[in-house]
């Protein structure tokens, strides 16, 4: 957590901040991450790389860059020559995800990548390799890990103040149109709503209790006729269960208006974020006894945070708090949940893991 | 639904109203029932049953009856005698609905019975079997089917205003203290959480889709060591499959805080009632597009609802809307979650019923 | 307050509680108080007392007595044969309010009377006299002297948990329809909005903070033209100066739709009640720091308390928390704030008191 | 308003956006309008001006200029020199203001001045001739008259949506330390919590409304004793009447725990904004019958919006939303507010103005 005290103090100078090549142009990049890092306190915007030279352009023009800083995927390899380009983040279809890695690796940039992290669990592994071979960073964007009101919360569900905790349950859904893009073609997206938001869910709830899951069941719906879900699915509903004995139930839907929530329900109290995983406006209520309180935590620009703790991480020469490692993880949670959908919905195992927060990095510094 | 207009018109006179006779003294009678029919607006109370002979008086005083209207269960036969009382209200452990329903019955005398129906399938058939024969009415006292917001909440999503649904969540959990009361005995509950709030979840769901599940599976869960779950389960978690392509999923527990909530997620929209299941205090609202409203609906004594609803109908001569049929289907279902938790949570088929409100009688009237 | 615990209690058996005589059967009495009545634990309904007798008589069936218990207004003083009539509750046209409580004193009956106590200061003091020289008990029906949320609201304001109180706001506004009714009659109601809603405000500043004003000054507002306001006011503007220094700045209309609320300000915090003087569905927030509490209090039938209250006060020989002194305060207040808008708005000065509670008696018994 | 789908497209190219010098480093700088510069779609940081070298270099560092573009207070007219400066943004305390934009509109720099405008009329109404006479732009920084929020409750209240509005309300109060800062001195604020804070009060209601007062009336409080308030006044409660009817009741203070919200009471529904005047997570609900709609609009960054706005005028070569002209005649409007409570609480008349949004230049583009 960034400090807010940090908020009075100026941003590092801009020559000493982290300089970041971003990869892929889409919405998120332009209406997100361009302005996160125009407001970035270790991070800078250093370069950035498009299919469409145009676009490339005008997006380095809009944001302080020149043309020069502007490249296409085929110069990518060219980063390596800017020694003011610390890291790339990738922000392309899943399944680009492991060659962009890959190749950051070799020309020895530090990598964010979004999540999903990869299409399968061996990409995944292959690129945590790859990153460690080449003795580069690598982070999974789980910007949901770096912001107020989810620490709030897992505070909350820590510390006891909601006793012991029970159930859970989250939902993440929305309508995705049919307009061809690759989020609903199996190849480019390695599923439909499972690991774009249902990944939400599996990552918010683990975030949350600090635990990992040891069995999962699952089953998928889509509406039949639907064409947009010829390659992908619809829905997912799904169980986990941890080792301290809670149980979640989570949802995840292409189909449906949007709402992301989560909540946790314990023998003390009980708490939600709804909104859960929007960009701005989450909402974080917590209940002991009949009293209802609404924690307004400042908000804080969510992708700033993200950016910023592996800007620190990568100056102080430390691991991210998600790392590939963290992503990895889901991906082989999310194959276990296709797996008990294809058999029928039966519990499938999952590794046993005691401890808390195996796969996390240090935690980021709280204000 | 009783008519907001009806409030300024007065009651029925009293002496035209349905008498009843309450079987039972515990908590839910002297603090919801006995204070409900004293506001009935075409019921009211007549005679007093109890173990308790002393309790039973003070009852009877208390709310304007004598100590003749107190009667002990050996005597309850003698309830046949008065022409006053048209209907009994069985307030027992669960255990005992099926005995008393028959005993009413013989007596010819109308009876209304407290959730879950019974403790078995079998018993419920039975009751359902044992009021036809004797030509008396049997209804399930199921509140949630008679109160403004949850009329409200049906509305929206019978409508269209959702547009189709796609996925609901139900939650109802509480903790059961430790204090040797019959609900934690499997014998004179037929249970735990399940069959006690558990049971809303899956009456309100079906209630607010008019459809029936066709597929279910559930897990138990009880914490390790806790005294409290010797003989029956503290949380069950489960899904229902609709024909509609609905799924549901829903938690009960015995150990977590209170919680008690709807919510349902269609292609146009949400909606949450949250509290949903308490008896006052209900609050509704609705998403479509970015504006949440909550539907102030003006609240009533929810046991008022009910029970004058089954005094209207039996002074009409038809059938109410929530018959013994419908207690007996939940039981249904309720027995084939468990028989899924048994199996390993693999999904176990329930009848398939197309039709809409199957078990329902005809529709309150509306305000 | 009456205690939460005494619900799960019995009421006093209907024998021994306070019997009341009601005079006049407008919607209030038909919603509100005559359902009160029948759940009341230490209050029953005895007598009814209407111009309609057929209306009379319809209302003394429907709530358990007999058509004996019907009485015209000629009839009143028959009233004083009844030893099972304690007190008479006047719900009458407010200039008729010194008639019968003066007639009620004379038979020796206590009076409860709605509020406002009057239609002048002068008629109040004649009231609390009367009643003194009779040797009966005057309360005035200030239901939100009764009610958990503003006890709750009280109890948050004179803590010091908002720290020291600076400034209040208190708005009173409905929509009164234009249907020959008497509120709308100088003669019937001595004024507009401000007597009739505009009360609550000065009432319930004066409760929260048990402090007296020392000065007000007030402005009225009336539609040109708007048939309505041709004898009483449409909307009152005043503000009141209090000895801790708070600064209380008020509302009401009988031209805008409904909205009812309290708000305090205070060092270390704020407090809300929205609604705030409705029969049901109070909402209390507070907020100290960022966070935002909803207090929710178990609701209760408000003039069940209101009227339990009494009759206990009775049962004891003690005078009622709300007695005529307090009613004739406000009235005082009244006069002042109509004084300052006829002297364009400069303020008045009213007596000054520095002791807490001064026109109240015993704190009711709090859960 | 900025419409929502330019948030896809790109800012302009750096170079084409309307340049800023802004005077002044203080908290307001650096935590909101130095980050608001750096997601500017239409303005850019071009020159930073402080009393601090060392903190003004920083500054410039921190968001992509160089030490040259630092200046002093004394090197401010350097800045006419720079073409790539269009503009000065005036974060000073209050009593510099007129100062400062004399001396930018003689170096033929536009002038984006921090509200109040003044410490007086007759400042401001020096300023807004010095700026005519330069032929350059004066805006007054009414951050609330260019965010969506405001907006959506300015169409609420104009469209008739809440019928004829009747009454208003809004409260604007904070605690003000004892830190020997500025705005406790009489002569560089020009006054207390009324012309900070309070101004939002005066200043939003005529926005909502599009009207202007025509006689107001206020009272001063300061608690005795209390050493912040020896120059300046602690707490202001005033009085506004406009053409239409609408009589507004308004708070301010610098003694009383953060609260910003403004009501709207109308005949047919009711607004509110609470927080009102917060710089993000405004809330705006909307009362039209039972339902309470909060209209969740979609939050974004207020200074950006009134700096893009301000620059989009300058290279269209038109006066802006806001121009001194507004800042000035609420200047007028606190001179009478004053003047009230000077003489006791007088209602003071103001000049009459019947068109709407008199002061106003052509409303901001909206989505």
Same mark, same amino acid.
């Given at each position: 957590m960034? %400090?807010?005290?940090?908020?009075?103090?100026?941003?590092?100078?801009?020559?000493?901040?982290t300089?970041y090549?971003?990869?892929?142009?889409g919405?998120?990049?332009?209406e997100?991450?361009?302005?996160a890092?125009a407001?970035?306190?270790?991070?800078r915007?250093?370069?950035?790389?498009?299919?469409?030279?145009?676009e490339?352009?005008?997006?380095?023009?809009?944001y302080?860059l020149?043309e020069?800083?502007?490249y296409?995927?085929?110069?990518?390899?060219?980063?390596?020559e800017r020694?003011?380009?610390?890291?790339v983040?990738?922000?392309?279809?899943?399944?680009?995800h492991?060659?962009?890695?890959?190749?950051?690796?070799?020309?020895?940039?530090?990598?964010?990548?979004?999540?999903?992290?990869?299409?399968?669990?061996?990409?995944?592994?292959?690129?945590?390799?790859?990153?460690?071979?080449?003795g580069v960073?690598?982070m999974?964007?789980y910007?949901?890990q770096?912001? &107020?009101h989810?620490?709030?919360?897992?505070?909350?569900?820590?510390?006891?103040r909601?006793?012991q905790?029970?159930?859970?349950h989250?939902?993440?859904?929305?309508?995705e149109?049919?307009?061809?893009?690759?989020?609903?073609?199996?190849?480019l997206a390695?599923?439909?709503?499972?690991?774009?938001?249902?990944?939400?869910?599996?990552?918010?709830?683990?975030?949350?209790?600090?635990?990992?899951?040891?069995?999962?069941?699952?089953?998928?719906y889509?509406?039949?006729?639907?064409?947009?879900?010829?390659?992908? %699915?619809?829905?997912?509903?799904w169980?986990?269960?941890?080792?301290?004995g809670v149980?979640a139930?989570?949802?995840?839907?292409?189909?449906?208006a949007?709402?992301?929530?989560?909540d946790v329900?314990g023998?003390e109290g009980?708490?939600?974020?709804? &909104?859960?995983?929007?960009?701005?406006?989450?909402r974080?209520?917590?209940?002991?006894?009949?009293?209802?309180?609404e924690v307004?935590?400042p908000p804080?620009?969510?992708?700033?945070?993200e950016?910023?703790?592996?800007s620190?991480?990568?100056q102080?020469?430390?691991? &991210?708090?998600?790392?590939? %490692?963290e992503?990895?993880?889901?991906?082989?949670?999310?194959a276990?949940?296709?797996?008990?959908?294809?058999?029928?919905?039966?519990?499938?195992a999952?590794?046993?893991?005691e401890?808390?927060?195996v796969?996390?990095?240090?935690?980021?510094?709280?204000?």
């Amino acid at each position: 957590m960034t %400090e807010s005290r940090e908020q009075t103090a100026l941003p590092q100078p801009k020559p000493e901040q982290t300089g970041y090549a971003v990869i892929g142009l889409g919405k998120l990049t332009l209406e997100e991450l361009l302005p996160a890092f125009a407001v970035g306190r270790a991070s800078r915007l250093a370069a950035v790389v498009s299919g469409d030279p145009a676009e490339a352009r005008a997006a380095a023009l809009a944001y302080g860059l020149t043309e020069a800083d502007a490249y296409s995927y085929d110069d990518f390899e060219k980063l390596g020559e800017r020694d003011d380009v610390h890291a790339v983040y990738i922000v392309l279809p899943n399944s680009l995800h492991r060659e962009y890695t890959e190749r950051a690796a070799k020309i020895g940039k530090h990598v964010l990548c979004e999540k999903p992290l990869a299409t399968s669990v061996e990409d995944a592994e292959a690129m945590v390799r790859a990153c460690k071979d080449a003795g580069v960073f690598l982070m999974t964007a789980y910007r949901c890990q770096y912001t &107020p009101h989810h620490w709030a919360a897992r505070d909350a569900v820590q510390s006891g103040r909601l006793g012991q905790i029970k159930l859970m349950h989250s939902v993440n859904v929305q309508v995705e149109p049919n307009e061809g893009q690759w989020r609903l073609r199996r190849e480019l997206a390695g599923g439909g709503s499972l690991p774009d938001v249902g990944l939400y869910c599996v990552n918010t709830v683990r975030f949350l209790l600090g635990e990992e899951p040891y069995e999962v069941s699952g089953t998928l719906y889509s509406t039949p006729g639907d064409e947009r879900f010829r390659e992908v %699915e619809e829905s997912v509903t799904w169980q986990m269960r941890f080792p301290s004995g809670v149980v979640a139930q989570c949802a995840c839907s292409y189909g449906a208006a949007t709402a992301r929530s989560i909540d946790v329900f314990g023998t003390e109290g009980r708490l939600a974020i709804d &909104p859960a995983f929007d960009y701005q406006n989450l909402r974080l209520t917590v209940q002991t006894g009949q009293d209802v309180t609404e924690v307004r935590v400042p908000p804080e620009d969510q992708f700033r945070l993200e950016t910023d703790h592996f800007s620190r991480r990568i100056q102080e020469g430390c691991a &991210p708090y998600t790392p590939g %490692e963290e992503g990895l993880q889901d991906q082989k949670i999310m194959a276990a949940i296709y797996q008990s959908a294809h058999e029928g919905g039966r519990p499938v195992a999952l590794e046993r893991f005691e401890g808390r927060d195996v796969f996390r990095g240090a935690a980021p510094e709280r204000s």
